[in-house]
Structure formats: structure tokens, C-alpha cells
């Protein structure tokens, strides 16, 4: 893969990064500091963005855009929520209603999809 390849999925991580803070930083609940909302940011996204710009396209590179997209964003949220649950929550906490840590994990993803989506078409 081509240099130029790489720059974009670092310059599409930070940019990605940046936007969910936005939304983590207000959206997690109040007992999470500062440093784990950007922590969280940075970790999480750096857990799932390579699955979902580098690996799920190769593997889905046969498969109907709208079919990778469902694949890679419900991806996404679903393994942050439960990463940011095992990193900051307890056992008890993962087997339970989707609260709002989740929701904003949620909304980040999806800010940073609509907005990547925008810029790139």
C-alpha cells in the first residue's frame, strides 16, 4: 500500500478522534474526568479505525457499500461501548441497560461517520 495510503487513515484518525471528543466530552457521564474523556477518544477509536478503514474493506471489498457500512459502524460502536465498559466500568455494569456512556459512545461514532462521509464526498 501505497505512503499516501497511510497518511490519509492517520489524518482520518485524528480527524476522528477530534470529532468524537467533542461529543465525549460533553456526552460521558459526569463521574469520568477529563483525562478519560480523551483518553477514551483516542484509545477506542485507535481500537476500532484500522478494522474499519484497512480490514473491513478487504474483507467486504465484494460486498454492497451499504452492507460494509452497516458492518463497520454497528462494529464500531458495539466494541467501544464494550472496551469503555471493561476500561471503566465493572462486571456488574456490562450486563445491563445501555446508559448514557453508551449513548454518547454511540453518538460519537455516528457524528464521526456523518462527518467523514460529508468531507469525503
Request: hydrophobic share 55%; aromatic share 14%; charged share 15%.
Amino acid at each position: 500500500m501505497p505512503t499516501s495510503f497511510w497518511f490519509e487513515v492517520l489524518a482520518g484518525y485524528l480527524a476522528s478522534v477530534l470529532i468524537e471528543f467533542l461529543v465525549l466530552w460533553p456526552g460521558l457521564s459526569k463521574q469520568h474526568s477529563l483525562p478519560v474523556r480523551v483518553l477514551s477518544a483516542v484509545w477506542l477509536t485507535a481500537c476500532t479505525y484500522p478494522i474499519v478503514v484497512v480490514a473491513l474493506p478487504i474483507l467486504m471489498r465484494s460486498q454492497p457499500e451499504w452492507l460494509y457500512l452497516t458492518v463497520a459502524e454497528s462494529f464500531a460502536a458495539v466494541a467501544e461501548c464494550l472496551l469503555f465498559g471493561f476500561a471503566f466500568g465493572n462486571a456488574r455494569q456490562l450486563v445491563r441497560k445501555p446508559g448514557r456512556d453508551d449513548f454518547a459512545i454511540c453518538l460519537a461514532n455516528l457524528t464521526s461517520f456523518g462527518v467523514g462521509e460529508y468531507w469525503l464526498r
